[in-house]
């Protein structure tokens, strides 16, 4: 079956700081891959996606690349700042699953000013 | 973008009561909703797929029973925990898939938190 595996937390960081989120997965097939992160009390929002490889999704100066080869899909950003402290959930969806989605552990990032 | 809400936000009720949570999408067709459970600091965990029309898919473990799935609508989706007992307490999610485009993005709601006394 598919399975996601995120890089364990948690991620503590300085403003402006590079981050980097590993996130490597399993499928049978050809799956989309998320990226979603939840704030405190609150759903998860979708940050970004990549539906096929060397798709780069990106959104709010996050970025990653869909790596078949390597079947990763890395979350990074250039510059954190402290409102992007939140929990990251890598994830993956596929049709031939009936579209459900099979989700990663989560890592908990924390920006310090 | 797409919106999911759900119904109500929070909820605290005693044991042996029965809650009903309101997964609505509100400016497009789902003929497909999830519901996830997510406990603290965990990752979510898919409970069952609700297909409109249709009796709901559950995933190995869920009692159907327990959690009932109504799909009556194509914009509405709704969870019974009946018999609630403190450890039906959780933070439960709902998801749902636009009718009209390809692709597996999912839009998720804003979650509802039960506490079961």
């Known amino acids: 079956g598919n399975s996601v595996t995120q890089m364990e937390g948690p991620v503590t960081l300085s403003e402006e700081a590079f981050l980097t989120i590993n996130c490597t997965y399993t499928?049978?097939?050809?799956?989309?891959l998320f990226w979603y992160v939840q704030y405190p009390g609150e759903g998860l929002q979708l940050l970004l996606k990549a539906t096929k490889a060397d798709d780069k999704g990106s959104n709010k100066g996050f970025e990653a690349t869909y790596r078949k080869e390597t079947t990763s899909f890395h979350l990074e950003k250039g510059s954190v700042q402290v409102s992007d402290s939140a929990v990251y959930f890598c994830?993956?969806?596929?049709?031939?699953?009936?579209?459900?989605?099979?989700f990663g552990d989560g890592t908990t990032l924390t920006v310090k000013p | 973008g797409a919106v999911v809400s759900q119904h109500p936000s929070r909820v605290i009720c005693k044991s042996g009561t029965s809650v009903k949570i309101e997964c609505r999408s509100l400016?497009?067709?789902?003929?497909?909703m999830f519901w996830y459970r997510q406990f603290p600091k965990q990752s979510l965990m898919l409970m069952a797929t609700?297909?409109?029309?249709?009796?709901?898919?559950?995933e190995q473990g869920v009692e159907k029973d327990k959690f009932l799935i109504n799909h009556a609508s194509l914009t509405l989706s709704t969870l019974t925990v009946t018999s609630a007992h403190p450890e039906d307490s959780s933070f439960y999610i709902c998801s749902a898939r636009d009718s009209w485009t390809t692709g597996e993005t999912q839009y998720f709601g804003p979650g509802t938190r039960l506490l079961v006394l």
């Open positions: 499928a049978t097939g050809y799956p989309s």
């Open positions: 609700s297909n409109e029309g249709s009796k709901a898919t559950y």
């Open positions: 400016d497009f067709q789902a003929t497909t």
């Open positions: 994830a993956l969806s596929d049709l031939p699953n009936a579209g459900k989605s099979t």
